[in-house]
T-cell receptor
């Protein structure tokens, strides 16, 4: 079993829809949770970053972490064609040389059509 | 400020050939790492370095070597390429004690 599971999709939605992307994980030591966005033929770029449980909002994007359920989500409101990309969840444990050793989900391919 | 620069962007090798993927960053980041990305597998950590002269293995290190002689550069060497190493390789860096990685644009490698 992989430490982080993410539905690869693909997910296709109409412009303006609310998108929900999810990851589950098995390692209870994960404390840092991130969402990266990756456009085709490009490197991943950080979209959202949260520590421990709770919600974080940034414009049209909301990240949620539920540590009791080992479940994280990314919501995209009023989705736009420019949101079409692969979304990767990533997690890490705190402490020492573990800093920066991220464990990634498989990525979800999202297409927003006009 | 170029961020993380990877070369080459594309490379085709024959089985058994060797090559080096270059990675350079100009942000004075202590931590650098190499990931490979394969369909359905996400990004997997190959090797990482927490500073010049210090390297360690990640999740999938077999078949790859690294060294870190300067803060700026972190090359990844394939000594004898195999078809299983066909992948997209990403170099990333971060400032100390932060979990935010900055990625390069990737190097797409095909081994025939």
């Amino acid at each position: 079993q992989k430490e982080v599971e993410q539905d690869p999709g693909p997910l296709s939605v109409p412009e303006g829809a609310i998108v929900s992307l999810n990851c589950t994980y098995s390692n209870s030591a994960f404390q840092y949770f991130m969402w990266y966005r990756q456009y085709s033929r490009k490197g991943p770029e950080l979209l959202m970053y949260t520590y421990s449980s709770g919600n974080k909002e940034d414009g049209r994007f909301t990240a949620q972490v539920d540590k009791s359920s080992k479940y994280i989500s990314l919501f995209i409101r009023d989705s736009q064609p420019s949101d079409s990309a692969t979304y990767l969840c990533a997690m890490s444990v705190p402490g020492g040389t573990s800093y920066g050793k991220l464990t990634f989900g498989q990525g979800t391919i999202l297409t927003v059509h006009p | 400020n170029a961020g993380v620069t990877q070369t080459p962007k594309f490379q085709v090798l024959k089985t058994g050939q060797s090559m080096t993927l270059q990675c350079a960053q100009d942000m004075n980041h202590e931590y650098m790492s190499w990931y490979r990305q394969d369909p359905g597998m996400g990004l997997r950590l190959i090797h990482y370095s927490v500073g010049a002269g210090i390297t360690d293995q990640g999740e999938v290190p077999n078949g790859y070597n690294v060294s870190r002689s300067t803060t700026e550069d972190f090359p990844l060497r394939l000594l004898s390429a195999a078809p299983s190493q066909t992948s997209v390789y990403f170099c990333a860096s971060r400032k100390d004690r932060a979990n935010v990685l900055t990625f390069g644009a990737g190097s797409r490698l095909t081994v025939l």
